[in-house]
């Protein structure tokens, strides 16, 4: 049974970076050929996609916030990662993240549904 | 962007009853090389993380009862709880992974009555 944790400062300063990781278990990752993505949602509203990672390190993010995320992974440490920059109080949210379905549309194996999720992560961004 | 907007926002139904909980999207995510619509359904109880329950429109995950099922196709779908129980009692939400980015409706809140 896979399983995905999140684990991470739960409290980031306005304008430092938040950082995230996501350990899986119960599979290697290294031997799977999945997408690792990481969504978010702010407390009582509904859920944000950030980007997703192929096991290879092929990279998806949502055009409205790429310009301060990077999502990595270590499939060695069966494990990937999520900054994001620049924080604000808007940044406030549970952070999930999940594996990812890969699809095989047309040339391009991209990012499908998202099969598992982790717990969850609250981070606070204040002063 | 594609925006999917559910309706309606909040429901009520009786345990035992039919739930019917729409999603449409403002452009199609049918695939037309592989005749698949690239939509998904997810439950999401309190304190919980999301959890699937339907992808490709209709497939219904391993495990899900099979009083949940997906139907529709291009811009229009539905998920429908055949029978509502009490553990029923959460959050829907619909996703399109067609393009990114990837986006979900606003959420349908199913209570019991």
């Known amino acids: 049974q896979l399983q995905l944790q999140e684990s991470g400062p739960g409290l980031v300063k306005p304008s430092e970076t938040l950082s995230l990781t996501c350990n899986v278990s119960?599979?290697?990752?290294?031997?799977?050929?999945?997408?690792w993505g990481w969504i978010r949602q702010p407390p009582g509203k509904g859920l944000e996609w950030i980007g997703s990672?192929?096991?290879?390190?092929?990279?998806f993010y949502n055009p409205s916030l790429k310009s301060r995320v990077t999502i990595s992974v270590e499939t060695s440490k069966n494990q990937f990662s999520l900054k994001l920059s620049s924080v604000t109080a808007a940044d406030t949210a549970v952070y999930y993240c999940?594996?990812?379905?890969?699809?095989?549309?047309?040339?391009?194996?991209?990012?499908?549904?998202?099969?598992?999720w982790g717990q969850g992560a609250l981070v606070t961004v204040s002063s | 962007d594609i925006v999917m907007t559910q309706s309606p926002d909040s429901l009520a139904v009786s345990l035992g009853e039919r739930a019917t909980i729409t999603c449409k999207a403002s452009?199609?995510?049918?695939?037309?090389?592989?005749?698949?619509?690239?939509l998904a359904w997810y439950q999401q109880k309190p304190r919980q993380p999301p959890k699937l329950l339907i992808y490709?429109?209709?497939t219904r995950e391993s495990g899900v009862p099979d009083r949940f099922s997906g139907s529709g196709s291009g811009t229009d779908f539905t998920l429908t709880i055949s029978s509502l129980q009490a553990e029923d009692v959460a959050v829907y939400y619909c996703?399109?992974?067609?393009?990114?980015?990837?986006?979900f409706g606003q959420g349908t809140r199913l209570e019991a009555k």
């Open positions: 452009q199609s995510v049918l695939y037309r090389s592989n005749n698949k619509n690239y």
């Open positions: 990672i192929y096991y290879s390190g092929g990279t």
């Open positions: 490709w429109a209709s």
């Open positions: 996703q399109q992974y067609h393009t990114p980015p990837f986006t």
């Open positions: 999940a594996r990812v379905n890969p699809l095989d549309t047309g040339m391009l194996r991209t990012p499908g549904y998202f099969q598992d």
């Open positions: 119960g599979g290697s990752m290294s031997s799977s050929p999945y997408y």
